[in-house]
T-cell receptor, first 113, second 118 residues
Framework: GENVEQHPSTLSVQEGDSAVIKCTYSDSASNYFPWYKQELGKGPQLIIDIRSNVGEKKDQRIAVTLNKTAKHFSLHITETQPEDSAVYFCAASPNQAGTALIFGKGTTLSVSS | GAVVSQHPSRVICKSGTSVKIECRSLDFQATTMFWYRQFPKQSLMLMATSNEGSKATYEQGVEKDKFLINHASLTLSTLTVTSAHPEDSSFYIC??????????????FGPGTRLTVL
């Protein structure tokens, strides 16, 4: 089955700096890769996703890149702000309807002002 | 769009009682709903996958007689924790999946339910 590794487990940056979180996956059949942001006591919120027919996707300060050959994908947050502080999870899913996401273990991002 | 609600958001119960948690997709029809459990500072652990009108598929190690799942409609799934014990205390989160395009699924998560068993 699929296995998703996520690094780093914690990341501290200064406001305005960039933050990068990396994930690797094992199942070459996976082709959907979402990223979630989870604030304390709340459910995960989908912030961006990428599918295997795309190498990069950007939404304002957030971007995701995918390298299918190397089986890794990354989340890039530019111009970080204190409100970006949260736990970020990457996930992978194969191309089958109704298949659960496999999550990484999460990255706690702290942005200090 | 794509809003998922959960009720209740927080529940405290006595050991031995049963607790029902509802998960609703408010503005879309969910082909599949998933139930996760999350311990403090850990990732989400999939408990079961639920399709409308059929029996849920439970992950290995999850007791189906203890965690009863009913998926009565395309917008509602319920999780009942039967005979709850303190070790069942956790954060329970549901998600709902809809088809986006021909082959891809997006999952949207509810806000979670904090269960505390005394």
């Amino acid at each position: 089955g699929e296995n998703v590794e996520q690094h780093p487990s914690t990341l501290s940056v200064q406001e305005g700096d960039s933050a990068v979180i990396k994930c690797t996956y094992s199942d070459s059949a996976s082709n959907y890769f979402p990223w979630y942001k989870q604030e304390l006591g709340k459910g995960p919120q989908l912030i961006i996703d990428i599918r295997s027919n795309v190498g990069e996707k950007k939404d304002q300060r957030i971007a995701v890149t995918l390298n299918k050959t190397a089986k890794h994908f990354s989340l890039h947050i530019t111009e970080t702000q204190p409100e970006d502080s949260a736990v970020y999870f990457c996930a992978a899913s194969p191309n089958q309807a109704g298949t659960a996401l496999i999550f990484g273990k999460g990255t706690t991002l702290s942005v200090s002002s | 769009g794509a809003v998922v609600s959960q009720h209740p958001s927080r529940v405290i119960c006595k050991s031995g009682t049963s607790v029902k948690i509802e998960c609703r997709s408010l503005d879309f029809q969910a082909t599949t709903m998933f139930w996760y459990r999350q311990f403090p500072k850990q990732s989400l652990m999939l408990m079961a996958t639920s399709n409308e009108g059929s029996k849920a598929t439970y992950e290995q190690g999850v007791e189906k007689d203890k965690f009863l799942i009913n998926h009565a409609s395309l917008t509602l799934s319920t999780l009942t924790v039967t005979s709850a014990h303190p070790e069942d205390s956790s954060f329970y989160i549901c998600s709902a999946s809809r088809l986006a395009g021909a082959f891809y699924n997006e999952q949207f998560f509810g806000p979670g339910t904090r269960l505390t068993v005394l």
